[in-house]
């Protein structure tokens, strides 16, 4: 097996999961982790663990629904912001459903965004952000605790180059006062060089908040999507809500659900054996009556053959899951997504369009409730109860990925002083697992220029505005490019308030929540549960709710105890000790946790957002540990899906790189972009 040097990472660089882990904002050394980390009383442990059959096709193992079949909330959207309205409602004896139109939860703006837990000082004073980023910011260290998605409290520097931009500062620093952002300063020069060595030399201050943290966005969704399911609320995915009708009880939802054209085709497969095997034994039979007059005849005469029929079937099923192909490059190159808008506001590279989808089943789902969190897709849902006050636009937000040998160039989240218009601007940061990200870019689809921008055109502004705050960054250790779509809303602010179109209060708005939404997140479920609660949801506590939530992803000390396979290999002596990712370092047994956990998996891309594996620095290149292949073949495996069924990483999805494992000539066009 072909093997490639692999960069070290910095010695000072603290990366998640490396010799420790972050938890509630602080660092734990790996013999912390113990007693911090690695809990055992987590939500759905100790139940079945792996024996737990995975989840059904597109939902969790149970229902939530009541005798009737109604539920008292359904919350449409499942990223960050309906995961953490579920997670809440949670705590109570209700019936929940939360339904998502993609194929996993977080597969909106939440799975493309920068990850960091503002402060607030950034936003209006008496905006709803204003009300919200502080109070959530608050909330993450604790989350933390219980839920163990990573939070590294890292602090954020805004950094000032001239007189005027210091200005800027001191403005910000008001802003943040009225709002009630603690702990804010401006620092000097000397300063930042301490904190930030590595910072552009025209630095000349910064406005300092050492309560900014960071998350992998995906992973803390997911952490309060999988701590709702196990308190009992159930999740559906693949399932578009395509009508709303009000009732007497409150709402009756139409609802699509779709599958993909790969996953269809099996179940095709599994439609003719079974019509095999109803002909072999009608054919039997009519034998038996012709040779013997009695059909009774049938099993001592026939039965071998009818034995033997259902053998080649079952061995071309075993033989369909287990041959998983090596992962191939399409040579697509990358996009601009303007041209996909629509799609991504549905769940990008998982909606049913990217993967040739089409409608199974149709649902009609009752609720007494329903709370919108549906992202850029927001003020459509809103349209279907005749409400009109507010439209959605999304706004775009590519970003660059580095390898992680350069994580060590920033300690902060780095931001430039804001530009009026445009808002935060870009960001040089280190995220929990040690990359450094770059951007994002704030491109409105509706401006007619955004389509005209080419990939060079989108990367030349990421890598030259970012190196306009870490000048020595190297292009060339790119590895991945990805974009988000934000909900931009015309009322320039989060819209968090019942519905004016229904009387009652029976439908909530979470809706044009943009940055710092992911910050404001676990406040604003609160909010919302108090308008549920204000508006006629009665809530009973449910003594039962469990708050903690294991990690999925243990910590380790680099190859120790641990072992490299050959590809193919899906039954090693100890899964604890089976590599499955080389890069992250992702082990057998921690992929089949991710499988066997509460939310349904049954993709490459679920595992990578679940437990990095295809997310370092080969990004699963076949000719190196095919590490995509390896997950597609334990995913066979656990759920019985035939392979060909495995949804696998799209390409080119939302990335603007021109190919998927890009070239020497590819990393050297990069460095001349950032120049």
């Given at each position: 097996?072909?093997?490639?040097?692999?960069e070290p990472?910095?010695?000072?660089?603290?990366?998640?999961?490396?010799?420790?882990a972050?938890v509630?904002?602080?660092?734990?050394?790996?013999?912390?982790?113990?007693?911090?980390y690695?809990?055992?009383n987590g939500?759905?442990?100790g139940?079945?663990?792996?024996?737990?059959?995975?989840c059904?096709?597109s939902?969790?193992?149970?229902s939530?629904?009541?005798?009737?079949?109604?539920y008292?909330?359904?919350?449409i959207?499942?990223?960050c912001?309906?995961?953490?309205?579920?997670?809440?409602?949670?705590?109570?004896?209700?019936s929940?459903?939360?339904?998502?139109s993609?194929?996993?939860?977080?597969?909106g703006?939440?799975?493309?965004?920068?990850g960091?837990?503002?402060?607030g000082?950034?936003?209006?004073?008496g905006?709803?952000?204003?009300?919200?980023?502080w109070?959530?910011n608050?909330?993450?260290?604790?989350?933390?605790?219980?839920?163990?998605?990573?939070y590294?409290?890292n602090g954020?520097l805004?950094?000032?180059?001239?007189?005027?931009?210091?200005k800027v500062?001191h403005?910000?620093?008001k802003?943040?006062?009225?709002?009630?952002?603690?702990?804010?300063?401006?620092?000097?020069?000397?300063?930042?060089?301490?904190?930030?060595?590595?910072v552009?030399?025209?630095?000349k201050?910064?406005l300092?908040?050492?309560?900014?943290g960071?998350?992998?966005?995906?992973?803390?969704a997911?952490a309060l999507?999988?701590?709702?399911?196990d308190?009992?609320v159930?999740?559906?995915?693949?399932?578009?809500v395509?009508?709303i009708?009000?009732t007497?009880?409150g709402?009756?939802l139409?609802v699509?659900?779709w599958?993909?054209?790969?996953?269809?085709?099996?179940?095709?497969?599994?439609?003719f054996?079974?019509?095999l095997?109803?002909?072999?034994?009608?054919?039997?039979?009519?034998?038996?009556?012709h040779?013997?007059g009695d059909a009774?005849?049938l099993?001592?005469t026939a039965?071998?053959?009818f034995?033997?029929?259902?053998v080649?079937i079952?061995?071309?099923?075993i033989?369909?899951n287990k041959?998983?192909?090596?992962?191939?490059d399409?040579?697509?190159?990358?996009?601009?997504?303007?041209?996909k808008?629509?799609e991504m506001a549905?769940?990008?590279?998982g909606y049913s369009?990217a993967?040739?989808g089409?409608?199974t089943?149709?649902?009609?789902?009752?609720?007494?409730?329903?709370v919108?969190?549906?992202?850029?897709?927001?003020?459509?849902?809103?349209?279907?109860i005749?409400?009109k006050?507010?439209?959605i636009?999304?706004r775009?937000?590519?970003?660059?990925?580095?390898?992680?040998?350069?994580?060590h160039?920033?300690n902060?989240t780095i931001?430039?002083a804001p530009?009026p218009k445009k808002g935060?601007g870009?960001l040089?940061q280190?995220?929990?697992?040690g990359?450094?990200?770059?951007?994002?870019?704030?491109r409105?689809?509706?401006?007619?220029?955004?389509?005209?921008?080419?990939v060079?055109d989108i990367?030349r502004y990421i890598?030259?505005?970012?190196?306009a705050?870490?000048?020595?960054f190297?292009a060339?250790?790119?590895?991945?490019?990805?974009?988000?779509?934000?909900a931009?809303s015309?009322?320039?602010?989060?819209?968090?308030?019942?519905?004016?179109?229904?009387?009652?209060?029976r439908f909530?708005h979470?809706?044009g929540?943009d940055?710092?939404?992911?910050?404001?997140s676990?406040?604003i479920?609160l909010?919302v549960v108090e308008?549920?609660?204000?508006?006629?949801?009665?809530?009973?506590?449910?003594?039962?709710?469990?708050?903690?939530?294991a990690?999925i992803?243990?910590p380790?000390?680099?190859?120790?105890?641990l072992k490299?396979?050959?590809?193919?290999?899906?039954?090693?002596p100890?899964?604890?000790k089976?590599v499955?990712?080389k890069?992250?370092?992702?082990?057998?047994a921690?992929?089949?946790e991710?499988i066997?956990?509460?939310l349904?998996?049954?993709?490459?891309?679920?595992?990578?957002?679940?437990?990095?594996?295809g997310?370092?620095h080969?990004?699963?290149?076949p000719?190196?540990?095919?590490c995509?292949?390896r997950?597609?073949?334990l995913?066979?495996?656990?759920?019985?899906?035939?392979?060909?069924a495995?949804g696998r990483?799209p390409?080119p999805?939302t990335?603007?790189?021109?190919?998927?494992?890009?070239?020497?000539?590819?990393k050297?066009?990069?460095?001349?972009?950032?120049?």
């Open positions: 097996m072909a093997r490639k040097s692999v990472v910095k010695a000072d660089l603290r990366v998640h999961g490396n010799k420790g972050y509630g904002g602080k660092w734990h050394d790996l013999e912390e982790c113990a007693e911090h690695n809990i055992t939500s759905g442990k139940k079945c663990g792996n024996s737990c059959a995975t059904p096709r939902r969790t193992r149970h939530a629904a009541k005798a009737d079949g109604s008292d909330v359904v919350i959207g499942a990223g912001i309906g995961s953490a309205i579920a997670r809440e409602l949670s705590k109570s004896e209700l929940v459903l939360m339904l998502d993609a194929d996993d939860v977080t597969q703006a939440t799975k493309g965004n920068s960091i837990v503002h402060a000082y950034d936003d209006a004073p905006s709803v952000r204003a009300k919200f980023c109070k959530g608050q909330m993450f260290p604790q989350l933390d605790r219980e839920l163990h998605f990573g590294n409290q954020s805004v950094v000032a180059t001239s007189d005027e931009e210091i500062l403005d910000l620093m802003r943040g006062d009225v709002n009630g952002v603690k702990n804010l300063s401006i620092i000097n020069q000397e300063e930042l060089r301490e904190r930030e060595p590595h552009h030399p025209n630095a201050a910064a300092l908040s050492p309560d900014a960071t998350v992998i966005p995906y992973e803390f997911i999507a999988e701590n709702a399911a308190n009992g159930e999740v559906r995915v693949r399932h578009e395509k009508s009708k009000r007497d009880l709402y009756d139409e699509d659900q599958d993909t054209a790969a996953y269809m085709k099996t179940q095709k497969g599994y439609v054996e079974s019509m095997i109803a002909v072999v034994v009608a054919g039997m039979g009519a034998a038996a009556m040779m013997y009774d005849m099993f001592p039965g071998g053959l034995a033997l029929t259902l080649v079952q061995v071309l099923r033989l369909q041959t998983v192909p090596l992962t191939k399409t040579g697509n190159s990358g996009i601009n997504v303007c041209s808008v629509n549905k769940g990008g590279s369009t993967v040739n089409s409608v089943q149709k649902h009609v789902i009752k609720t007494r409730y329903i919108n969190c549906a992202g850029s897709g927001g003020s459509d849902i809103a349209r279907m005749n409400d006050s507010f439209t636009t999304p775009l937000g590519e970003y660059v990925l580095l390898h992680k040998s350069e994580g160039l920033a902060h931001f430039p530009d935060k870009v040089v280190a995220t929990l697992w990359n450094l990200i770059l951007g994002p870019t704030a409105d689809v509706s401006d007619g220029q955004s389509e005209k921008d080419t060079d990367n890598l030259s505005k970012c190196k705050l870490v000048p020595s190297d060339a250790k790119t590895i991945h490019a990805f974009c988000g779509a934000r931009k015309d009322r320039k602010d989060w819209i968090i308030e019942p519905s004016a179109a229904d009387e009652r209060g909530i979470a809706a929540i940055s710092p939404g992911l910050a404001g676990p406040a479920a909010h308008l549920l609660q204000k508006n006629g949801l009665v809530l009973k506590p449910d003594q039962s709710f469990n708050p903690n939530r990690p992803v243990f380790k000390e680099g190859w120790k105890g490299a396979s050959k590809r193919g290999t899906t039954s090693f100890d899964a604890r089976n499955v990712c890069c992250e370092l992702v082990t057998e921690e992929v089949v991710a066997h956990r509460s349904p998996v049954d993709s490459t891309q679920a595992i990578r957002k679940r437990t990095r594996a997310m370092g080969c990004q699963a290149e000719c190196n540990y095919d995509e292949g997950v597609a073949e995913i066979a495996r656990e759920t019985g899906l035939p392979a060909s495995v990483r390409w999805g990335s603007t790189l021109k190919r998927r494992w890009i070239t020497e000539q590819d050297q066009d990069l460095q001349k972009l950032s120049c």
